[in-house]
């Protein structure tokens, strides 16, 4: 993938071009139209100026995600914006100019944050975002790894203490153990001290055990025999990001009584359109509803709890700087390489999160 304009790049670290004039242009990342990899473009435009409440940020790693696949495969999901658009949910940079009337921030501090106000747009080399969304990010971190927290540690916070309320010493089940969220549902759940049980295929079954958790294969493993096996009556919450009505209504099975089935992603379903999005949304309603002491708790909008969001964040933030969390960085890959990263997330065979990065 190669800059649309002649100019290769107009950026030298730091921000400034090559006489050590502050740089005018920046490189942005957009879905041209809906497609494959290669749909990906980079465009070279003005950097752009902060309004009032926003902070311009310089980026240094962006998330990619399977969000991201889905919204640059396909029109039909919910959210996803008109084509040209940027991805990205995700970003950790230093914050480079203050609009008007950001006071908690300084230029130059490092900080992270989500873009859902943009409803994306990580993928560039700065982006201006509300104040109120970003969070300072202790020195000395790797921009790689403190982006991981951002949404997908965020995200397995929000579905492990939000929904299911576990406690010290539950077991739980998490699908999808080895990717961008079920990694960080590894690595919390073993800080909550947590049994942990996680569906992944045998060549990320290392990835896995790394964090004490019993890998399932859920290929060649019936998953609700496999927990009837190892537990004896089932385990006290099952994470399910994988989705179809038959994998909820057999994560629901593998609960013991009193256990707590969280749906929260599309990984299995999301290439058949909407309506088993819809199905598997009844069914958990459905699920839910059977008297037998078992709950299907919805997963928490976490969009709506910017306070939440910036003290779990802030505490994120601060256990990793502390040696507590230990996220898995799949690859560094440079931004403008981002067909590249999607193209890695479309094979497959990977574990953890994928993360572009800039010079900067
Ligand atoms: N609700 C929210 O707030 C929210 C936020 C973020 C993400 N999500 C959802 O979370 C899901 C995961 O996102 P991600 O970025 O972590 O994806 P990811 O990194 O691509 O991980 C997906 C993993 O799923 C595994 N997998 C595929 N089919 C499976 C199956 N049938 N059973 C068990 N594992 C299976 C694959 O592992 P192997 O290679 O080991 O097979 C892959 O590593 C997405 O569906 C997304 O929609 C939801």
């Given at each position: 993938?190669?800059?649309?304009?002649d100019?290769?790049n107009?950026?030298?670290?730091g921000?400034?071009?090559e006489?050590?004039?502050p740089?005018t242009?920046h490189?942005?990342v957009?879905?041209?139209?809906?497609g494959?990899p290669d749909v990906?473009?980079?465009?070279e435009?003005?950097?752009?100026e902060?309004?009032?409440g926003?902070v311009?940020v310089k980026v240094?790693a962006?998330g990619v995600?399977a969000?991201d696949?889905?919204h640059?495969?396909?029109?039909?999901?919910?959210?996803?914006?008109?084509v040209?658009f940027t991805?990205g949910?995700?970003i950790?940079?230093?914050?480079?100019?203050?609009?008007?009337?950001?006071s908690?921030?300084?230029?130059?501090?490092?900080?992270a944050g989500?873009?859902f106000?943009q409803?994306?747009?990580?993928?560039?080399e700065?982006?201006c975002?509300?104040?109120?969304?970003l969070v300072?990010?202790p020195?000395?971190l790797?921009p790689?790894?403190a982006?991981?927290?951002?949404?997908?540690y965020i995200t397995?916070?929000?579905?492990?203490?939000r929904?299911a309320?576990?406690r010290?010493?539950?077991?739980?089940?998490?699908h999808?153990a080895?990717g961008g969220?079920?990694?960080a549902?590894l690595?919390?759940?073993k800080?909550?001290?947590l049994?942990?049980?996680g569906t992944?295929?045998?060549?990320?079954?290392?990835v896995?055990?790394a964090f004490g958790?019993?890998?399932i294969?859920?290929?060649t493993?019936?998953?609700?025999?496999r927990i009837?096996?190892l537990?004896?009556d089932?385990?006290?919450?099952?994470?399910?990001?994988?989705?179809?009505?038959r994998?909820v209504?057999?994560?629901?099975?593998?609960l013991?009584?009193g256990g707590r089935?969280?749906?929260?992603?599309?990984?299995?379903?999301?290439r058949?359109?909407?309506?088993p999005?819809?199905?598997?949304?009844?069914?958990?309603?459905?699920l839910?509803?059977?008297?037998?002491?078992?709950r299907a708790p919805?997963?928490?909008d976490?969009?709506?709890?910017?306070?939440?969001?910036?003290e779990?964040?802030t505490e994120l933030?601060?256990?990793?700087?502390?040696?507590?969390l230990?996220?898995?960085?799949?690859?560094?890959?440079p931004l403008?390489?981002?067909a590249?990263?999607?193209?890695?997330?479309e094979?497959g065979?990977?574990?953890?999160?994928?993360v572009?990065v800039?010079?900067a």
């Amino acid at each position: 993938m190669t800059p649309t304009t002649d100019h290769e790049n107009p950026l030298k670290p730091g921000g400034q071009d090559e006489y050590g004039s502050p740089a005018t242009k920046h490189h942005r990342v957009v879905v041209s139209r809906h497609g494959g990899p290669d749909v990906l473009q980079v465009v070279e435009e003005d950097i752009p100026e902060p309004q009032a409440g926003e902070v311009r940020v310089k980026v240094q790693a962006a998330g990619v995600s399977a969000f991201d696949l889905m919204h640059r495969r396909s029109r039909s999901l919910p959210g996803t914006p008109r084509v040209p658009f940027t991805l990205g949910l995700d970003i950790v940079g230093v914050a480079d100019k203050l609009g008007e009337g950001v006071s908690a921030l300084q230029p130059g501090q490092s900080v992270a944050g989500w873009t859902f106000a943009q409803n994306g747009g990580g993928y560039a080399e700065f982006i201006c975002l509300p104040a109120s969304d970003l969070v300072p990010v202790p020195m000395g971190l790797d921009p790689a790894e403190a982006v991981c927290l951002v949404v997908n540690y965020i995200t397995a916070h929000g579905v492990m203490h939000r929904a299911a309320i576990v406690r010290s010493g539950e077991s739980i089940l998490v699908h999808g153990a080895a990717g961008g969220v079920g990694t960080a549902l590894l690595d919390l759940g073993k800080l909550a001290g947590l049994e942990i049980f996680g569906t992944a295929s045998e060549h990320n079954h290392d990835v896995v055990s790394a964090f004490g958790a019993t890998p399932i294969d859920y290929h060649t493993d019936d998953f609700v025999e496999r927990i009837y096996g190892l537990t004896g009556d089932g385990v006290d919450a099952v994470f399910d990001p994988i989705g179809g009505v038959r994998q909820v209504r057999r994560s629901y099975r593998a609960l013991r009584k009193g256990g707590r089935l969280v749906w929260f992603g599309v990984t299995g379903i999301s290439r058949r359109g909407m309506a088993p999005m819809v199905l598997t949304m009844l069914m958990r309603i459905l699920l839910g509803l059977i008297p037998d002491g078992k709950r299907a708790p919805v997963a928490p909008d976490l969009r709506k709890h910017n306070t939440w969001y910036r003290e779990t964040l802030t505490e994120l933030l601060d256990s990793l700087a502390a040696g507590k969390l230990k996220p898995v960085v799949t690859e560094r890959i440079p931004l403008l390489e981002a067909a590249r990263a999607h193209e890695l997330l479309e094979r497959g065979g990977y574990a953890g999160k994928v993360v572009l990065v800039t010079g900067a």
